[in-house]
């Protein structure tokens, strides 16, 4: 495709540049030459889907994702242990798994939104903080999809999310403000990454939450989130994407894509919980 390659051939000094910054930082993933190059085809390809197919700003926009990513030090920060240890409590405030892949090979991630300790995530974490751990998630989505890559020898890119919202209080509005800016690192450093988002149990105050963040949404993203309501069909729209094994139990099937696939998902210890809080973050006032 020509304007493929015109971007391409456009870019190729810029990444010859930014081939030398990675090769001079330490990486747990290195890509080989090869795979570089396919990343940028890809990545091409993806900006310019997302630019519907204009050069000019496709060009723009990935010279600025390059310099983004080098100025932030996006690429080492896997390896980051201060952003491993705040993912670390994240995963305390919020019960969510990296829970195998979609029936596309798309790494699955699974939330449950409505065990969410909303004032306690305020008052650990800045909005900066937020903001890097998102970027963390992305980062470890986009190299479970390399992985799924190298195993399956077929290109993946792209993601899944389940966000099961049941029970979830307008407690949940205290954290949109931080919305468009992660909005905003999505589609413009990552754009063309979410494979399908599926929003489950929505409880009555979803409609006020969507109102609220709908707006900060690409119209293409917005094509790729079905709502499911409770009952049969829930199940029946995951089966259409997910394999069984590859879903947990409380969504009526058998998960067998984790070593604790029984009770993969657990409730969040509260008394557990607070004594860790306490402990190790004795400023917060509880």
């Known amino acids: 495709m020509y304007i493929l390659k015109f971007v391409y051939d456009d870019l190729k000094s810029c990444r010859r540049s930014y081939l030398e910054y990675k090769s001079k930082i330490k990486l747990n993933n290195r890509l080989n030459d090869d795979e570089e190059e396919n990343e940028l085809q890809f990545e091409v390809y993806r900006f310019l889907r997302a630019k519907k197919w204009n050069t000019t700003q496709t060009i723009t926009s990935i010279l600025e994702m390059i310099q983004w990513r080098i100025d932030n030090h996006v690429d080492t920060i896997l390896n980051d ?8 409590l994240f995963e305390k405030l919020v019960l969510t798994a990296f829970h195998g892949h979609t029936k596309a090979y798309q790494p699955l991630y699974i939330e449950k939104t409505d065990q969410m300790y909303v004032d306690e995530i305020l008052k650990t974490f800045t909005i900066e903080e937020m903001i890097q751990g998102h970027i963390y998630w992305l980062e470890y989505n986009c190299q479970q999809a390399r992985d799924f890559s190298r195993q399956l020898g077929q290109h993946i890119e792209t993601f899944a999310i389940i966000y099961d919202l049941n029970g979830m209080k307008l407690d949940i509005r205290k954290l949109l403000h931080s919305c468009k800016e992660i909005f905003y690192v999505d589609e413009s450093y990552y754009p063309e990454r979410l494979g399908q988002t599926f929003v489950l149990n929505p409880p009555t105050v979803f409609p006020v939450i969507w109102n609220l963040i709908k707006h900060f949404l690409d119209p293409v993203t917005k094509t790729k989130i079905l709502v499911l309501k409770k009952g049969h069909e829930t199940t029946e729209t995951l089966l259409e994407y997910i394999d069984s094994e590859q ?4 969504y009526g099937e058998n998960c067998h894509s984790c070593s604790t696939s029984l ?8 008394p557990k919980l607070l004594r860790y809080l306490l402990k190790y973050h004795s400023f917060i006032v509880l």
């Open 81 to 88: 242990q201060s952003v491993i240890s705040q993912m670390e």
């Open 247 to 250: 879903l947990s139990c409380e």
């Open 263 to 270: 009770d993969c998902l657990p409730n969040i210890n509260q």
